[in-house]
C-alpha cells in the first residue's frame, strides 16, 4: 500500500487531509518533513557534519549528496516519525530529547521528472559521534555517507571548491558498508535556497562548540 502523507499549509499547520506520496507530488501540495544534521566536534574545532548520498534508485536528486538524514512524516505521525527515519537511514536509535531543533524552512523543488515537492521541513541537529562502522544505513535509501568538515562543506556549497576527498563509505546492494575514501563535487549536492548548507554549518559549528543555540527556534 502507498504511503499517506498529512497535507498541511504553508506554515506547517495540518488541514486534517491525508493523500498518498505519489498524488502530493504530483500535485505539489504542502507537506511535513523531517531534517536531521548528525554532527560532532573536530579536534581542530571544527564541526564534522556527516553527509548521505541519495540511493541511485530515489524519484528525486538520485546519487547526490545530502543532509545526514531526510524523510516524510507518515500520515498521523508526529515527531517520532523523525526517530524512525534516523533508524531507517542510518540504523541509529536515539531519543527526542537527544535531538536539538534548529526551525524550520521551506523546501520547494520541480523535479525534470515533473515531480512537485512542497515541504516544510522540521530541522533538528543531533550531536553524536560519528563512526562509519557502527552505522547501519538502508541501501533502499542510502547508497553512500561522508564525514565532511564544516569549513570543506562550506567551500563546496559556494563553489570556491569543485571536489573534496574526505572519510566516508559505500553502501553495498546487501547493505554493507566498504570504509573508504569518497569524492564530493560541489555539483553533485543536493540543489538547496535559502544557504541552506551554509545556516546548517553555522548552527552545527556553534553546537559543538557548546555556544547557546536552539533556545530560539526560527524559519531558516
Known sequence: MEELFDLCDERGRLLGISKVRSLVH???DWHRSFHCWVVDRLPDGDVAILLQQRSADKDTCPGLWDVSVGGHYSAGEGLHGGL????EELGLSVELDQLVQAGWRHGVAYH?????DREVQDIFFLHHPIELPKLNPDPI????LAVVSGTSLLSL???KTERVNTAG???TLAGALEIGMQSLRSADLVPRESRYFER???FGQALVSSRRVGVRRRWW
Open 26 to 28: 504530483r500535485d505539489g
Open 169 to 171: 563509505a559505500r553502501v
Open 200 to 202: 546548517a554549518v553555522r
Open 141 to 144: 535509501e542510502v547508497q553512500g
Open 84 to 87: 524512525r527515519e534516523i533508524r
Open 157 to 159: 556549497d559556494s563553489g
Open 112 to 116: 525534470e521528472n515533473g515531480l512537485i
